[in-house]
């Protein structure tokens, strides 16, 4: 039963395994042994009886070497653990009430074998996936430290999350069968719909009791990712898990986690401190352009003077990606269109994620767009804003030729040390 293709790397878990496969294969030949029943339950006992003690063990073993190399998510791992250790005693208890039926036994031995190829092929090779991308490339991990809250919590569903979404790419990127390769990515999105939800909970909790006056806004935020979620999964339904659409998702989803985890959710830490003030009011081209450096800065981590805009400039971003966003109900203003030059679309998605892109993918595309949203939201606020609180909805932004966005009376540029991008609000 055990294959060589089960193996995660070490050395100690993998005998591990390997037994842990034998012992459910000596419990098979117990059955079509031919003997007393009185011998028969006396082995099937022993037979049970080491297997869960030699799974007790090398739970014990193996979450203490994931505690070890710290990889964040080895608590969800040990509730798996947690809950098989419960079947299985689940299962005992029924094979004795059946006084060792076969079909009881044989029903068992299908469950273990089951859980043993797909535990082990699945979560314990994760996790060893994620470690060794943690060892072997120091930084090169999504997570940075100033995403961090300061709440144990959150902090630590922040991480989770963050190494799903990194998972994903790691699953994008190996040579695998298509039915692995849709398993993985099957797991992988409800695991983060899942964990979105139950974090979201425990994230709003905590606002709520910290009398957080911006918890229904909020609230609001994570119930359109959740809405999201679900359009991808009809996607990927509908594609059958087409890369192409996979890496949309990436792309989208890893932006708005940046941005939500680095932005929307450190304001707990400054609760209820207003926003700094800006030079001219709501409404106006110098609110836009801040806002707008506000949003690229947290996305990409650059400094303030990393990131310069430049109102009245003369010559503007003349060759990149643009994306088109409608503004509904803004009084005067249309819409905005904005435009990244080359560097600037592969310079964002490296200093987001780490990932060195040579050429735009579905990701690069997809994390502007998903930027493009963000920043087009945060203009369509300060139209509402200077209308007095008059509703401004925005538009999910589309790809443009760029010839195709119309002239604006105000338009910007975004001067930053990885390139250019160009604001135009017409
Ligand atoms: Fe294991
Ligand atoms: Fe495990
Ligand atoms: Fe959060
Ligand atoms: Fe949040």
């Not at 037979?47 to 869960?52: G, N, P, V, W």
């Not at 964040?72 to 791992?77: F, G, I, R, V």
């Not at 979620?229 to 990927?236: A, C, N, S, T, V």
């Amino acid at each position: 039963m055990w294959k060589k293709e089960y193996e995660v790397g070490i050395e100690l878990i993998d005998t591990q395994h390997q037994r842990l496969f034998e012992y459910a294969g000596v419990m098979a030949g117990i059955l079509g042994k031919d003997q007393s029943d009185e011998e028969f339950r006396a082995q099937i006992k022993e037979a049970l009886r080491f297997l869960k003690m030699y799974c007790l063990d090398h739970f014990k073993d193996e979450e203490s070497y994931h505690a070890q190399i710290s990889v964040e998510n080895y608590k969800e791992h040990k509730k798996l653990h947690v809950e098989l250790v419960k079947d299985v005693l689940e299962y005992e208890e029924r094979v004795v009430k059946s006084d060792f039926d076969h079909d009881e036994i044989e029903n068992f031995l299908g469950f273990v074998a089951d859980w043993l190829i797909n535990h082990v092929a699945g979560a314990d090779q994760d996790l060893q996936k994620l470690a060794e991308i943690k060892a072997g490339a120091p930084g090169g991990s999504m997570w940075k430290d100033e995403y961090l809250v300061g709440v144990e919590k959150i902090d630590r569903q922040h991480r989770i999350l963050f190494d799903f979404v990194e998972l994903i790419n790691i699953t994008l990127n190996q040579p695998l069968e298509a039915y692995e390769y849709e398993k993985k990515i099957t797991d992988a999105v409800s695991f983060l719909k899942t964990y979105c939800l139950e974090h979201f909970k425990d994230e709003e909790a905590y606002y709520e009791q910290k009398g957080y006056s911006g918890l229904e806004e909020h609230k609001e935020l994570h119930k359109k990712l959740v809405q999201k979620l679900l359009d991808y999964e009809m996607e990927f339904g509908a594609t059958n898990f087409a890369p192409q659409v996979v890496k949309k998702f990436l792309g989208f989803v890893l932006t708005w986690l940046i941005y939500h985890v680095a932005g929307e959710d450190q304001k707990i830490k400054e609760a209820d401190r207003a926003e700094a003030p800006v030079e001219e009011g709501a409404g106006s081209v110098h609110d836009f352009a801040s806002r707008a450096k506000r949003v690229l800065r947290t996305i990409t981590g650059l400094s303030e003077k990393d990131v310069d805009f430049d109102i009245g400039y003369t010559k503007g971003v003349d060759e990149g990606y643009a994306f088109m966003v409608g503004l509904v109900d803004g009084g005067d203003k249309q819409g905005i269109g904005l435009i990244y030059s080359e560097a600037i679309a592969l310079g964002a998605l490296k200093a987001m994620t780490s990932m060195e892109a040579t050429e735009i993918n579905e990701i690069t595309l997809s994390a502007l767009q998903e930027i493009s949203n963000i920043v087009s939201s945060r203009i369509a606020d300060s139209v509402t804003e200077s209308l007095g609180g008059k509703f401004c909805d925005i538009e999910y932004p589309v790809r443009a030729d760029i010839n195709d966005i119309p002239d604006g009376s105000e338009r910007f540029l975004m001067n930053t040390t990885i390139g250019d991008m160009e604001i135009i609000v017409y």
